[in-house]
């Protein structure tokens, strides 16, 4: 991605250079800062106050900007869970499995999809696998062909209802440039770290640890240019669509 953006950057004369410009993996980071602090605070008996649940408070969530209802819909119906539901009913059985799998084989031997689609099994989500729950995401939308054929079959009658409507589809097929939030991110972060610390005194060494990880690789990450690329191009977006 970096070589790319480096050739096209050249094209209209703006500077710009491969190495070191590389895009860290904002999960990965929190993980390790999450499993830096459990290992300082392993092996230690820590009791949590009460006032947990008068901890401070997650800033609002604004309502997308959005004029279509049905679009609003279909996102505040949880997407991602119905796609997760869809699977485990596909999934269900390994007579389903087999039927799933042959019913792509037929498919593109009688060309019935308007490409051939790859022979691939339906993945469901974990919580230890990370980008396992996009690649579900983005494995049903591939096959989706297959699997409107699949739950119209006349066995399939008991999980038709699991079907995604066009705007669920919609909803999951959207993609949102991210890296621009990274930084931001990162910050919400370390503010609401160092209010627990201030708060959790048993544990505020073990979150001490957290935000350090966090600092580190934020610093890292302000000598790559990319991010910063990224939150200039996000604002120009910004300010043109509104």
């Not at 999960?27 to 820590?46: F, M």
């Not at 790859?118 to 230890?128: K, Y």
């Not at 073990?206 to 990880?213: D, E, L, Q, V």
């Amino acid at each position: 991605m970096m070589l790319h953006l480096e050739t096209e950057l050249a094209e209209l004369g703006i500077p710009f250079d491969h190495n070191g410009n590389h895009v860290q993996c904002f999960p990965h980071v929190i993980n390790i800062a999450v499993k830096t602090a459990l290992k300082v605070l392993s092996g230690s008996t820590v009791v949590l106050p009460d006032e947990l649940s008068d901890m401070m408070e997650l800033p609002n969530v604004v309502a997308p900007d959005i004029d279509d209802d049905e679009y609003l819909e279909a996102l505040n119906g949880d997407p991602v869970a119905c796609a997760r539901s869809l699977v485990t009913a596909c999934r269900a059985s390994d007579q389903c499995r087999t039927d799933f799998w042959k019913m792509i084989q037929e498919g593109n031997e009688g060309n019935l999809f308007d490409v051939n689609l790859p022979e691939n099994e339906l993945l469901r989500d974990v919580d230890t696998r990370w980008s396992l729950t996009f690649l579900m995401i983005d494995w049903v939308l591939e096959l989706y062909p297959v699997i409107s054929c699949f739950l119209n079959h006349a066995k399939q009658s008991e999980i038709y209802d699991h079907s995604l409507s066009p705007k669920e589809r919609e909803v999951l097929n959207n993609k949102t440039p991210t890296i621009a939030m990274v930084f931001p991110a990162y910050e919400q972060l370390l503010d609401a770290l160092k209010h627990m610390q201030r708060r959790l005194k048993g544990i505020s060494h073990g979150i001490g640890i957290a935000i350090i990880k966090i600092e580190e690789y934020m610093s890292k990450g302000r000598t790559t240019h990319i991010y910063a690329l990224a939150m200039s191009t996000y604002c120009e977006y910004s300010h043109s669509v509104t």
